[in-house]
């Protein structure tokens, strides 16, 4: 079960000092990657001594893990958030890929260090991401399963449409931006096209060839 977020606001720290120390730690991690990061450097990008990061993070993990709780809450909100389920599932699933893709690019630090660092949480602190992660892949799931019920979508097989389209838009945290994409809305709307032929949609939106 997703943790509350009252629990959420208590693991992430709701001070600004708090708050300034998980964007220093974000850039530092995005750049270096965790292991290569000490907290000590984390400090010292904020002109702080590594003791008066430990009232908020007792450890460089529990800073991860805030940093990681805080991603993808805000991705599987963002996505949740766009899905309208009175909507067709066409233009559903083109909302909250949409929605996704934009997310991870316009986020690109802190979506790199919570989706490409979370080997080095704890096993509880991975379980409580974990439960999220399926949380939002069901979001697509169930938008995919409404859209063959449909006979909006003809997928070959759902389980691995949801892994396509949330493993593509994870991805984009690793390279964005690039010289052929660094506008989130363009890379979406590239996105959303694979996105609904990967599930054979029928009324599919044709790509802007202009990006």
């Not at 989706?115 to 949380?135: C, K, N, P, T």
């Amino acid at each position: 079960m997703n943790a509350p977020q009252s629990a959420v606001a208590s693991e992430l720290g709701t001070s600004k000092a708090a708050a300034r120390i998980r964007a220093a730690a974000i850039e530092v991690f995005a750049a270096k990657g965790y292991g290569a990061t000490t907290t000590r450097e984390i400090a010292a990008s904020l002109d702080m001594s590594p003791g008066a990061v430990y009232p908020h993070y007792k450890t460089k993990e529990s800073l991860l893990y805030a940093i990681s709780l805080e991603g993808h809450h805000a991705v599987l909100t963002a996505i949740t958030a766009a899905d309208r389920p009175d909507l067709s599932a066409t233009d559903r699933l083109t909302s909250t890929v949409n929605a996704y893709v934009t997310w991870h690019a316009d986020n690109y630090a802190s979506a790199r260090v919570a989706q490409y660092e979370l080997r080095s949480l704890s096993h509880d602190h991975f379980a409580v991401v974990a439960d999220i992660r399926r949380s939002t892949s069901k979001v697509f799931k169930r938008i995919i399963e409404a859209g063959a019920a449909s006979g909006d979508f003809q997928p070959l097989d759902i389980e691995a449409a949801v892994l396509a389209i949330t493993s593509l838009g994870v991805d984009v945290s690793r390279w964005f931006p690039s010289h052929a994409y660094s506008d989130p809305d363009a890379l979406a709307a590239r996105y959303v096209e694979l996105a609904l032929r990967m599930v054979g949609c029928a009324d599919r939106r044709p790509i802007d060839e202009s990006y």
